[in-house]
């Protein structure tokens, strides 16, 4: 459980497919807020994407902005390419109400990939939402929302509704302390975070946002595990009831050493599930 709550996997979630395009949207993030955006993406970069075999990255701008022209096999060339190509965007870049949707409609058009993940930074407009809403319903590939640094709670909720609508998974992170030199609201997110270092070795602490409820990856792994602990229960409560007095022809005994085998075997399994998730 701690390995999918912790470093990359906290801010950006898991990447669950083989061949992925990333669309990023830093919106009006300020200087120091787009490099910590630069350091979490590097992270998902080195930790998750070397785990996979296709990717690329876009992103949304006025004039639209592509790593490659489609995606590219991952090897450690081509991952420390990317790396270099984000550290090299300028911040400063111009973006207009159909950027973002634009740069989605040309990810799902790569018919080589398996799904697409948009970055968010900050808060979406409102300008720019139903057009969102209508070029990722029902498209060709699924599109799997993650939320950085909302301010708004409006902006995460929207976001968890596009990546349904798009058949896609959702994750958001908000920074505990958020970033230097930060104004607006405080963000809204629990009280003790988990860190992650950054490329300068900075300390990002922070959680998903409340209203953003419970990481579905996270619950079903805790319901499985549940699942199985109720039925260590059962199989616990099958042996106590066999110490009962035998009968006459000896059935209970033969039953009492067949579950007794059954038993070490599911402990010995739940021992093994309970590390794979420490």
């Known amino acids: 459980m701690e390995w999918l709550t912790s470093e990359s996997r906290l801010i ?38 070397t785990q996979i075999a296709k990717f690329n990255l876009i992103r949304a701008a006025e004039d639209l902005m592509k790593w490659q022209e489609k995606s590219a096999p991952v090897s450690e060339y081509t991952v420390k390419s990317a790396v270099k190509w984000l550290w090299k965007l300028d911040h400063t870049t111009a973006a207009s109400s159909t950027t973002p949707a634009g740069a989605l409609v040309e990810a799902m058009s790569d018919e080589t990939i398996e799904a697409v993940y948009y970055f968010v930074v900050g808060d979406i407009p409102a300008d720019r939402k139903q057009l969102l809403v209508e070029k990722v319903s029902d498209g060709p590939r699924p599109v799997n929302t993650v939320s950085f640094n909302a301010r708004e709670d409006e902006t995460v909720i929207f976001l968890k509704e596009l990546s349904r609508l798009a058949s896609g998974r ?68 099958i042996l106590s009831e066999s110490h009962q007095p035998d009968s006459a022809d000896g059935i209970i005994y033969v039953s009492f050493n067949s579950y007794h085998c059954i038993h070490d075997q599911f402990l010995l399994f739940m021992n093994s599930f309970e590390c794979m998730l420490i």
């Not at 669309?23 to 993406?41: I, K, Q, S």
């Not at 994750?171 to 270092?197: I, M, Q, W």
């Not at 419970?214 to 199985?228: G, T």
Request: charged share 25%.
């Open 12 to 49: 950006f979630g898991v990447i669950q497919e083989r061949h992925i395009v990333i669309v990023l949207d830093f919106g009006t993030a300020a200087p120091t807020e787009f490099d910590l955006c630069r350091e979490a993406l590097s992270m998902v970069l080195v930790e998750q994407v």
């Open 170 to 237: 959702f994750h958001a992170f908000v920074e505990k302390n958020y970033y230097r030199g930060a104004t607006g609201p405080a963000l809204k997110c629990e009280e003790d975070g988990k860190g992650l270092t950054a490329q300068n070795s900075r300390k990002v602490k922070g959680r998903m946002p409340l209203v953003a409820g419970v990481r579905e990856d996270v619950f079903l792994i805790w319901k499985e595990l549940e699942e199985a602990r109720s039925t260590l229960r059962q199989v616990q409560n």
